[in-house]
Nanobody
Framework: QVQLVESGGGLVQPGGSLRLSCAAS????????MGWYRQAPGKERELVATTTSAGTTNYRDSVKGRFAISRDNSKNTVYLQMNSLEPEDTAVYYC?????????WGQGTQVTVSS
């Protein structure tokens, strides 16, 4: 049974930082592309960042220079370091594991950026 469990969300002031974690089980983690997506109220889910099995990373333009995705294959965990957070970053953040036709999602963690 595949499980992706996110943690680290919460309420933070504009300009603050948060670090999200996603612990995976039930998959051969190191061969999967891992990603973070987010969905704000009334909007579609959008890609935030991905990291491939080779360590190649990709970011949406609005988070470049502020967010950093990383993975620890020894811990089956992917991280999202979020700095200089803006109110527009408020959303539920979802962890994703993808490889060919395999596509798995976590339950999501809420990130709220507000003063």
């Amino acid at each position: 049974q595949v499980q992706l469990v996110e943690s680290g969300g919460g309420l933070v002031q504009p300009g603050g930082s948060l670090r999200l974690s996603c612990a995976a089980s039930g998959i051969m983690f190191r061969i999967y592309t891992m990603g973070w997506y987010r969905q704000a109220p009334g909007k579609e889910r959008e890609l935030v960042a991905t990291t491939t099995s080779a360590g190649t990373t990709n970011y949406r333009d609005s988070v470049k220079g502020r967010f950093a995705i990383s993975r620890d294959n020894s811990k089956n965990t992917v991280y999202l370091q979020m700095n200089s957070l803006e109110p527009e970053d408020t959303a539920v953040y979802y962890c994703n594991a993808h490889r060919f036709t395999d596509n798995y999602w976590g339950q999501g963690t809420q990130v709220t950026v507000s003063s």
